[in-house]
């Protein structure tokens, strides 16, 4: 039986699964980050704190405050870039032992299919977790060159001062919205295991996985505290 005899396993529900969860991560990326019927997202929201810690930056005599949060940034997405290898080399070994893909098939007493099929719906999973892990290094590499940018601020309150801060925001907002974008990923990848139990169970995890993040950004409690104290 050749790979496209075996595909034959794969029905319509399967494709509308795979395109509605690939929809939805593309989509709930596009409304975070541009905005729901003229509402900011909590991330948007975020921006503005950091662009106001840039300014604050600059008139502190001691920056070591500042340094030590941009270092637990670049911490954080270390953490996280780490947990996507692991996750990454977990997925491609079971992807490489047949065996072992078959025995937890039967173990979860699933209709016995070929191994491929099994094979096919894990490398979604890794596929989504190998894009978290390219945007959480970049967002280290983002929030190194921000660390950079407010180093070579001088000490003092000259326009090349605040000039530099701005940069340096910039930087941790880009920085911030590539970590943002590698959580989402994150999110839909422990939803595509659903796809181990059927397409149904997939766009079940894929409605699930939308709502919890949209409601994180548009219906939660801290973004109604980060709305309080947003300047007019």
């Known amino acids: 039986m050749d790979i496209l005899d075996r595909l034959h396993f ?3 529900l399967d494709v509308l699964a795979v395109v509605v969860i690939t929809l939805a991560w593309a989509l ?3 409304i975070v980050e541009h905005g729901y019927l003229g509402r900011p997202s909590v991330s948007v929201l975020m921006d503005d704190y950091r662009r106001d810690w840039m300014r604050q930056f600059i008139g502190r ?3 070591m405050f500042d340094a030590t949060i941009l270092g637990n940034l670049r911490q954080g997405t270390t953490f996280f870039a780490s947990a ?5 080399g977990g997925g491609l070994a079971l992807i490489g032992n047949t065996e ?9 007493s699933l209709e016995r299919t ?3 099929i099994w094979e096919v719906k894990l490398l979604l999973v890794v596929l989504l977790t190998a894009i978290a892990l390219l945007k959480f290094i970049w967002a280290h590499r983002l929030f190194g060159y921000s660390s950079v940018v407010m180093a070579s601020a001088p000490n003092d309150t000259s326009d090349l001062a605040y000039a530099r801060a701005a940069q340096a925001a910039e930087l941790t907002i880009s920085g911030a919205r590539s970590f943002n974008s590698g959580l989402r990923s994150m999110y839909f990848a422990l939803g595509a295991m659903a796809w181990l139990l059927g397409p149904e169970a997939l766009l079940a995890a894929t409605t699930l996985t939308f709502a919890v993040l949209w409601r994180r950004e ?9 709305l309080q104290g ?3």
């Open 114 to 116: 070929p191994a491929l």
């Open 218 to 226: 548009f219906a939660s409690h801290s973004r109604e505290t980060l």
């Open 84 to 88: 996507c290898m692991i996750a990454i």
């Open 230 to 232: 947003r300047k007019p």
């Open 10 to 12: 794969f029905g319509p």
């Open 100 to 108: 072992r893909l078959l025995g937890i098939a039967e173990d979860l």
């Open 61 to 63: 005599e001691t920056r």
């Open 28 to 30: 709930i990326g596009h």
